[in-house]
Nanobody, 123 residues
């Protein structure tokens, strides 16, 4: 059974940093995507950053240069380092995975989701 458990969210002031973690268990995929997505109240879920099993990464334009996605395969953990946070980054952040490569930025193609972790950035 696939399980994704996010942690690391919290409340910070604008300009601050947070590192989100997503502990994955219950599967082993050789070809996959993993991604971070977020959803603010009243808005659709959007892609933030993703990583393909070949190591290639992708970022939303709004976070490029501020956020970094990485993974530790030995620990089966996905990370999102978030720097220079802005109030508009406030949202529930989710990690997700799918056992296929490609189109990693599209949330509707993912099979498995974590429960989310809240990030709140105050001005």
């Amino acid at each position: 059974q696939v399980q994704l458990v996010e942690s690391g969210g919290g409340s910070v002031q604008a300009g601050g940093s947070l590192r989100l973690s997503c502990a994955a268990s219950g599967y082993t995929y050789s070809r996959y995507c993993m991604g971070w997505f977020r959803q603010a109240p009243g808005k659709e879920r959007e892609g933030v950053a993703s990583i393909d099993s070949d190591g290639s990464t992708g970022y939303a334009h709004s976070v490029k240069g501020r956020f970094t996605i990485s993974q530790d395969n030995a620990k089966n953990t996905l990370y999102l380092q978030m720097n220079s946070l802005k109030p508009e980054d406030t949202a529930m952040y989710y990690c997700a995975t799918k056992p296929r490569r490609g189109l990693c930025e599209r949330p509707n193609l993912y099979n498995y989701w974590g429960q989310g972790t809240q990030v709140t950035v105050s001005s």
